[in-house]
Structures are given as C-alpha cells and as structure tokens.
C-alpha cells in the first residue's frame, strides 16, 4: 500500500513539473504579430451627430503563440505621434471577454474621447489605431493611421473651490452653449452662478477628473492648464466664454429684478427676485394687472431678458437676440393674480416657469388637521372660517397642507381680553415650534407673511335685550355678556321680560337675527333675520347659541328655569 502511495506522489509531481514547463512565460516559445484590416478605403472616419449609437468595428487576423497559447487583445486609439502609449485616447478590449479578433466602439464613445482630449471639431485629427496581442508575458502589436473627424457636442462646466459645486469636478456645473439664429452652435458659453471671492475656479471640458482644465495665462487668455481664475468679491455672475477667442468675462448681477405693465409699480422700478442657488431665481409676484413684463439685471436696461418669438417659455438677452437676428418679445400676463416665477438660467436651456398661485397658499395645521387660508393681499393671509380652540391643541402655520413646506409660528401668547370684538397681534417667525392659544375660543387668523405678523381676533357675544314700546327703547336695552364654551357655543343664565324684543350681538360684526322669531328654539342669521319676539312670560331662562364656524348662521335655544 505505501508503495502505491509513493507511486502516485512522484506520478502528480512529474506532472506538475510539466505543467509547468508547459506554461512558463519565459520558456522558448513565440508570439506573433497581428495583422490588422484595412479599416476602410483611405481609412478615414467621419462621426455622425445625428447617429450617436452607430457601431464603429476594428478587425484584425490572430496573433499565434508558438505553444498554442490563449491570446487576448486590446485597441489602443491614440495620436499619430503619441509619445506616451501607457495613456491613449481610448482603449477598447475586444469582443468575447477579449478572445475575438474584433473590437467595437460608438461614434460617441469616439467622439467624446477626442473632445475630452482637447481635440476640436471639423478638423481631420490625424490617429493611429493598433491592436495589443497579450499572451502570458509576452506582447505584440500592429497599427496602422486613422483618420477622424470628430462632431461639435462639446460642453464646458464649472468646478472649484469657488463654485457652487465645490472642488467636485464629478458634478461641475454646465455651461449653456449658445446657438445662433439658424440653431448653429456657437464657441460661446455662459453660466449663472454665485462665485466667492477670492477661491479658485477653472473651466472643465467634462465632468471629470481627467478632463482638460482650462485656466488663465499670463496676459489673461484661457488656456489648458492655466492658472485659476478667480473673483475679487462675492457675488451671482454672469460668466462667459468665449472658445473661439479663448476668453472668459465674470458680470456681476447683484439683482434680477422683473418690471412691467402688470406689477404694482409698472415700468417705474423692479421687483427683485430671489437667487435660490446653481443658476435659478424663484419668488411669488403679484400681477394687479394684464400687460407685458421683462427681466432685467442690476436695475438698468443695458441688459434685458425677453421670450424667444414662437417659443413658450424660452428666455434670451435682447443684446445677443439682436446680434444673431433672433426674433424676442416681452412675456404676456393675461390674468392678474399671485403667481410664482421661476427663472431658470442653467445650462439646460434659459427658461421662464409661471405657475398661478392657488387662491390659498397658506394652512393652519391644528393638531395634524389642515385648514386651508385665504390669499387677500401679498404674502398675507387668512382664515375663512373661526377655529374652535383649547390650549391643548398644537399650532402651526405651513405652505403645505401636510406640513413639508416653510413652517411659521410664534413664542408669543395669545391671551384673552375685553371688548366684543378681542384682537391682538403676534411676531410671526420662520420656526417649526407649535405654538397654542391660551383660554378657549372660536378664532380668525391672518398672516401676513412680509410683517412677520399673525393677527388673531374672536368675539364675545351679548343677548340684548329691550322694550321697544318703552319711552327709552333700544337705550335702555340690557346687555347680557354670554360665556363661550367648546365648541362654538354660548350661553348665558338671566331674567327676561315678557313681550320685549331680543337680539344677539358683538356689535357690530355679529348681529344675529331668527327665522322665526316667536320660536323659543331654532334657527338665526347673521345680518338677517327678525328681532326676537319669543318672551310671553317673564322669568329666569338658561339661553343657549351654538354658531356655525363662519359666524353665518347658528341656532338658538330659550329654555325657562
């Protein structure tokens, strides 16, 4: 038995050995060239914008080991005279895990490669493709000239320390490519965009770290790695590039202001907008009236901002419109109301967003319930019926009706006074803290968003009471105040006199009349109704009202004791 053991181990060592022998790559063995295919007639190659997905093919006949070896292969794209082969232009592995004898790529893959490069379109770039036959150790290539010609998708961003979007060149910022009047690209790009002063930049031809980065030289041109470019001070600018004269301009836009027929003022002063970050403006306007509006910069007119004719919401300079006999207007209100404007100036495209206001755009969420308000002015708000309130209810003020919006509220109390109608005002504040009212209450609310202020007001309703036949009529009236209780409802306990009239107030706001007067219980009107006639013996009686929750309507009870 040990001597079949003993067999079978020397059996798998002699074995190893040979395997080995087999595939040391440095053994006595050899690898051929490849030999690439004619790409095409003149190898030439022109990419085609309009088919970004079409397959470009390179095919070659097979590298052989002598040993009969596994050969892989790679396509190296690269300038004709490249001196550093470790970084070409593109490399591609070839089909089938690299075994194939052909490898693919597309137009675009190609031609962002080459602008990523730094090589421009329209130009026959002159490029080698050559094929790498990789066996063990061992290497070997063929190439032979390419000749390209790349299309103009190019795009420039924005990154650095000074940008909006930090030092991540990943997610610099896009530039807008201007067009001309016939929708030809221009070598002109700009951006929108806040710049702090005096922290670096540089322009990007793609979003990465491997992109070409463009700075500035010594007499302030724009070129591949140059110095970065900064700003003196702090501001939203307008940044241009020029490719075509390898420049760049920072303006400053210290306000985007809209001006027109429709607003308050008119064309005699702007009202600003707010910069809300990466090139977009955003704020509620109220229109009082029809007519034609326009953006402008910096409250001058050397630089105005109007709708592109035909198009719907297409935002352009009317300076650079005019150079390049593009058609402009001013944009068109057609119905006067709150409305939220967005510009957006990014590298997208330059739009204008217009959405109408909801006739509400403010809520009262009590305890998790929303109840909608009601615009009446600009930035100010109210309620459209009384809430019925206890100081264990929690408060707060939202412009979304499930509380995901801007959240107001205030520290201050909400106490209770004298008088008929009792109001009061409270500073408003932008803070998610519920707030609540102290005592109980039916409550009318308005915010007015631009003071800081939430004015509150309730009632506190009186049965009057007189004798219409007397000499001293409605003056001698007596006023009976009325305790509120939860919900909605009041009462009162006092002596009554027979065939006097009746009437429940809060002069003057409430002025309750009945339906059917002679009733001891039913239904009232706020503003309409009779005078109370319902007393045919006088007495002790416990009066109840309970009042609908816009103060319009209410019901009425007169019970003897």
């Known amino acids: 038995m040990k001597n079949i053991i003993l067999v079978l181990l020397v059996s798998l060592m002699v074995w190893g050995c040979e395997e080995e022998s087999n595939l040391d790559p440095s053994g006595n063995w050899e690898l051929s060239e490849p030999a690439v295919k004619t790409f095409n007639e003149g190898n030439t190659l022109v990419l085609d914008e309009s088919k970004p997905q079409e397959i470009i093919t390179f095919n070659w006949e097979a590298a052989v080991s002598s040993e009969r070896y596994g050969v892989y292969y790679t396509v190296l794209i690269d300038s004709l005279d490249a001196e550093d082969s470790s970084a070409p232009i593109l490399k591609i592995d070839a089909l089938e895990g690299g075994k194939a004898l052909s490898a693919t790529t597309t137009y675009m893959e190609l031609n962002d490669a080459l602008y ?34 790349r299309y103009d998708d190019d795009k420039l961003f924005l990154a650095g320390a000074a940008t909006e979007v930090g030092n991540d060149a990943s997610n610099a910022i896009l530039m807008y490519r201007k067009v001309n009047g016939a929708n030809e690209k221009l070598h002109l790009f700009e951006s929108y ?11 990007y031809n793609g979003r990465s770290e491997n992109a070409v980065q463009y700075g500035l030289s010594d007499d302030g041109k724009l070129v591949k790695g140059g110095s970065p470019i900064v700003a003196d001070t702090e501001s939203v600018y307008r940044v241009v590039v020029d490719f075509d004269q390898m420049t760049i301009e920072l303006n400053p836009i210290e306000r985007l202001g809209i001006i027109g027929a429709p607003l308050e003022n008119g064309w005699d002063s702007d009202e600003m907008l707010a910069y809300k970050g990466m090139g977009v403006w955003q704020s509620d306007i109220s229109f009082v009236s029809t007519g034609s509006f326009i953006f402008r910069t910096n409250d001058n007119w050397s630089y105005n901002l109007k709708k592109v004719v035909g198009s719907t919401n297409t935002i352009m300079s009317e300076s650079f419109a005019g150079d390049q006999g593009i058609d402009v207007e001013d944009f068109s209100m057609d119905e006067p109301g709150y409305y939220t404007l967005t510009v ?93 009212t102290s005592f109980d ?111 319009a309507t209410g019901t009425y009870e007169f019970k003897a004791r």
């Open 441 to 551: 209450q039916a409550f009318g609310f308005t915010v007015d968003v631009n003071a800081g202020e939430l004015t509150w007001h309730h009632y506190n309703i009186k049965l009057f009471h007189w004798d219409d036949d007397a000499e001293g009529g409605w003056d001698d009236k007596v006023e009976v105040l009325m305790t509120y209780s939860h919900p909605y409802t009041f009462t009162a306990t006092t002596d009554l006199q027979a065939d006097f009239e009746s009437k429940f107030f809060s002069p003057w706001d409430v002025q309750f009349g009945a339906d059917d007067p002679n009733a001891l219980a039913g239904s009232m009107t706020n503003g309409g109704g009779s005078n109370f006639t319902n007393i045919s013996a006088s007495g002790s009686y416990d009066v109840t009202i309970v009042v609908a929750g816009d103060y």
């Open 344 to 436: 957006n100036l990014v590298g997208e495209g330059y739009t204008l967003d217009v959405q109408k206001a909801p006739e509400s755009r403010m809520y009262l969420i009590v305890n998790g319930s929303s109840h909608e308000l009601t615009m009446v002015g600009d930035g100010i708000f109210t309620t459209t019926e009384y809430l019925a309130l206890q100081p264990t209810d929690a408060l707060i003020i939202n412009t979304e009706s499930d509380g995901s919006g801007m959240s107001y509220s205030t520290s201050d109390a909400i106490e209770s006074g004298s008088g008929d109608k009792v109001e009061g005002t409270v500073a408003l504040s932008n803070m998610d803290a519920t707030f609540s």
């Open 116 to 149: 990523m490069t730094g090589f421009k379109a329209g130009e026959d770039l002159e490029l080698t493709w050559t094929v790498v036959a990789n066996c063990l150790s061992k290497q070997t290539q063929a190439g032979e000239s390419l000749k390209v010609n």
């Open 193 to 203: 965009t806040l710049l702090k002063a005096n922290e670096p930049f540089m322009v």
